[in-house]
């Protein structure tokens, strides 16, 4: 059974970073470091399929995050190509973004959010070596992240290739969520997991104060004070996290809005950035200053609006893609076979109706249980009478 919590936490993470990449708030940042949580949490999942199935996991968490992007790329690279984007064979790179494929100038800002696929698609293809030495050195596996991070930033390792510098990043919250998905958080006392979280924060954010980037205090800016002050939201959000939240799917409209949005995640990431891009003339063309509540307000929804009606058009490529049934919009309450049974004509019958009733427990009716006579001098013991 899902763990309502952590669809929760994945829900708060896309809506976080929709909302930051329209409104550009530092702070957003701080409060809710989005990404690295998404990464812990794939990182969990990702364990639970190593289990499951061993080494095919790989090549089936691929051809889930693969597709989504297929389908933006037919839109985009034409797009591209049509204007000014050279072709060259680096353009098969949006069939398997192992590096940043290539964009032109207006596709580079509107696709900027592909980093995550080329991240989230290397982490998956390390995952099994990472996960069989993090069983085995669990500490100084998980350290080496954040080890390799300090050296680039104090500048012992400057050139690093980009790929090293984002496993130092964001991969030390892949391995938390291996950590999570082996029980080792939850089986921490607060005695030990409390005070190295306040460490980390603190370290974090002492860094970040430090060492302000061109943005300010923008998280995405400052590599190694993200990663600290992440771990530390991590350890508390989702190494204390509740084995359920029931009270999710009591509230009706706040269960189905964090079920489409769980089965839609890769959609929405990949499809709103190239919307925010497309809106933001509008702050000119109305008259709206950059920080106008107003303005940032309709964005926002403009944003979502546009979003949801693609996510209508092509997010059922994620159910393909997961081999589910493909809905236009998930999570739709579907009857239980008894109930359908139930709503069936009664007659005539449809064909199978008696085993589709079995199946479901529904029991055939029966002739009324005959009344034993009373018993007469000389019966034996009513053992029969009781097990009856």
């Keep these: 059974m899902r763990n309502r919590y952590l669809d ?23 409060i809710f470091p989005a990404m ?10 990702m364990a ?21 992007l297929w389908v933006l790329a037919l839109v985009f690279v034409p797009a591209m190509l049509l204007t000014g984007l050279p072709f060259s064979p680096k353009v098969l790179l949006w069939l398997f973004p192992v590096s940043d494929p290539p964009a032109n100038y207006w596709g580079g800002l509107a696709l900027s959010p592909i980093w995550y696929l080329r991240d989230y698609l290397w982490f998956v293809l390390a995952s099994p070596l990472a996960l069989w030495l993090f069983r085995r050195a669990p500490l100084p596996t998980l350290l080496a992240p954040y080890a390799l991070l300090v050296l680039i930033e104090m500048g012992v390792y400057p050139d690093a290739p980009g790929v090293l510098r984002e496993f130092g990043l964001y991969f030390g919250a892949w391995l938390l969520g291996f950590a999570h998905h082996d029980g080792m958080l939850r089986r921490m006392s607060n005695r030990v997991l409390v005070p190295v979280a306040l460490a980390l924060g603190a370290a974090g954010l002492g860094w970040i104060f430090t060492h302000p980037g061109p943005r300010g205090y923008d998280l995405n800016d400052i590599h190694l004070g993200n990663a600290l002050w992440s771990a530390a939201f991590i350890l508390v959000a989702i190494g204390r996290a509740p084995a359920e939240a029931a009270w999710v799917d009591r509230i009706p409209l706040l269960s189905r809005a964090v079920t489409v949005l769980n089965r839609r995640a890769l959609t929405i990431y990949l499809w709103h950035m190239p919307f925010v891009v497309a809106l933001t003339p509008l702050v000119g063309l109305v008259g709206w200053t950059p920080r106008d509540p ?15 009606v693609v996510t209508l058009l092509v997010g059922w490529v994620e159910d393909v893609a997961a081999r589910r049934t493909p809905e236009l919009v998930p999570g739709r309450p579907r009857p239980a076979l008894a109930e359908r049974a139930a709503t069936a004509p009664a007659s005539p019958a449809p064909a199978g ?3 589709e009733l079995a199946a479901a427990g529904a029991a055939r009716p029966t002739a009324p249980r005959r009344v034993p006579e009373p018993r007469r001098a000389g019966d034996r013991s009513g053992t029969e009478l009781g097990a009856g």
Excluded: K
């Excluded at 936490?9 to 701080?30: E, K, M, W």
């Excluded at 190593?50 to 995050?65: F, H, K």
């Excluded at 107003?294 to 949801?308: D, E, K, M, T």
């Design 353 to 355: 109706a008696e085993s």
């Design 48 to 68: 639970a399929s190593l289990d499951r199935t061993g080494a095919p996991a790989v090549a089936r968490r691929l051809r889930r995050l693969l597709p989504s």
């Design 36 to 45: 690295s949580v998404m990464f812990a949490l794939a990182g969990s999942l």
């Design 8 to 30: 929760l936490l994945r829900f708060l993470a896309i809506v976080r970073v929709v909302v930051y990449h329209v409104i550009g708030s530092a702070t957003l940042t701080l």
């Design 294 to 308: 107003l303005g940032l307000a309709i964005r926002v929804v403009l944003v979502f609006a546009l979003v949801g």
